[in-house]
């Protein structure tokens, strides 16, 4: 298992090194190293193909729609002058007001079903607020990030109601617990965003397109219209995921959690603001049209999303997050157990959800043994595994690839700040779970 370990830290370094130094396409520098990953791994060819194919759609499906909608939401927004209004409506706010809007939009994003579909519905939004120059910069990273918390530490998001059911804790305490968290764990990665910087995210078809601005304050009403839809939308399907099924059940429930479905995003999205900007001018609709030159654009992101997919279920075939995470459960660390077993399980398989899960099962027996047994002490557990499941994005992560390409950051430069970020968020909220542990327990 430690050996699989190794390899999947070469891989992430071959990936690096591929896409950084010899300029190769993500696409084919995953593809590559996915088949050397599954070699190493001793696995033969046609499982190898069979994992990644599986790994390749299941995220396309997950993902593939809602990056699609945020382009086109973009291309829209920036065609009708919408966001250069916003831009210059918000540069008028001092930089602490800029940044907690861009805070806030993050963690309310987070609480939605897809941390990945959250990002690409959102962007177009954050990338307006942050607008141009050095606090632009800023601004993608930033949001990247605190979507990343709201998503580890807030109800309703997946992996909060996954631990909570699975340790038994009391929601309200999770949530009392969560949120300073969250909001330690945000201005932690606006840190490290401010630090690293950001630069225009290159491939978007959309900003060099010439058209005039068509109706912009009609497209700053549909804009935030379409996210704030959106962001309702996200929360419904999340919501889904109460054991206790708010909705009830039957065809009923499975209607209203339609509506969080990644073709729902995609067409209430861009119709908002499609219906807030029209005028009548059928090009932008057309072949080779705005839109279709946005997702155009897009089409070596989404490949790379997929692949990202693809590595990721390859890296669950072997089962070492697992196994490694076991034996992490077994250190006597206290309320850093839960924190450490989540990161390890996360940051070898790739997905927050699927770590949540798994480390729930392997902490909640040993919860009273470390002496969280109680229900103060079981919310704190969940709190804390839930800060070590965001930790630490990297290339098996397709939410690691969306939010590079809307940084403009190459994969170097994205390892640094939001691996790292991560990583710096989990450890910031952990240590507000311990100061919150230390005055309770």
């Known amino acids: 298992m430690y050996a699989h370990a190794a390899c999947l830290l070469v ?77 210059r409506a918000t540069a008028r706010w ?36 942050g607008g141009r120059g050095a606090g632009g910069a800023a601004a993608a990273p930033t949001l990247a990030l605190a979507i990343s918390a709201g998503h580890g530490l807030l109800f309703p998001s997946p992996v909060v109601i996954a631990a909570t059911a699975i340790l038994g804790a009391d929601l309200w305490t999770v949530l009392a617990v969560g949120v300073p968290a969250a909001v330690a764990a945000a201005l932690a990665g606006w840190a490290v965003a401010a630090l690293a910087g950001g630069q225009a995210a290159d491939g978007r078809a959309a900003a060099d397109d010439p058209a005039p601005a068509t109706a912009p304050r ?64 059928r090009a932008i609709l057309t072949a080779g049209g705005r839109l279709e030159r946005a997702v155009a654009g897009i089409a ?20 070492m997050a697992e196994l490694i995470g076991e034996q992490a459960s077994a250190l006597p660390l206290g309320l850093a157990v ?37 229900p103060a002490g079981r919310a704190l557990a969940v709190v804390a595994l839930g800060a070590g499941a965001m930790t630490a994005t990297h290339v098996v992560d397709g939410f690691f690839w969306l939010a590079a390409r809307e940084a403009g950051f190459r994969p170097l430069r994205a390892l640094a700040c939001l691996s790292g970020g991560t990583l710096v968020q989990g450890l910031a909220a952990l240590a507000v779970v311990a100061l919150i542990a230390a005055a309770i327990l």
Do not use: H, N
């Open 218 to 281: 009609r497209g700053v009403i549909g804009l935030l219209a379409a996210s704030a839809a959106l962001l309702v939308l996200l929360a419904v399907q999340s919501l889904g995921d109460l054991p206790s099924e708010p909705y009830g059940g039957g065809r009923i429930r499975d209607q209203i959690l339609g509506l969080g479905r990644p073709l729902t995003l995609l067409v209430v999205g861009v119709g908002i603001l499609l219906f807030a900007t029209w005028r009548f001018d």
């Open 338 to 374: 839960p924190f450490l077993v989540a990161a390890v399980v996360k940051t070898l398989q790739g997905s927050s959800l699927v770590a949540a899960i798994a480390a729930a099962g392997m902490v909640e027996p040993l919860l009273a043994p470390l002496g969280l047994g109680d």
């Open 94 to 129: 001092r930089g602490a007001g800029r940044t907690a809007a861009t805070l806030a939009l993050g963690l309310l994003g987070g609480v939605g079903g897809s941390a990945t579909a959250a990002l690409a519905v959102l962007a177009p939004l954050g990338r307006a607020m």
């Open 11 to 87: 891989a992430v370094v071959a990936v690096a090194t591929l896409t950084e130094r010899w300029r190769l396409s993500p696409f084919i520098a995953l593809v590559a190293v996915t088949v050397g990953f599954g070699y190493a791994a001793d696995f033969p060819t046609g499982l190898i193909g069979r994992d990644f194919a599986t790994g390749f759609g299941r995220t396309l499906a997950a993902a593939g729609l809602p990056i699609v909608a945020g382009a086109m939401i973009a291309a829209i927004a920036e065609g009708s002058g919408a966001a250069a209004l916003i831009a």
């Open 300 to 319: 070596p992101l989404l490949l790379a999303v997929g692949a990202a997919g693809g590595l990721q279920m390859v890296a669950q075939r072997t089962g």
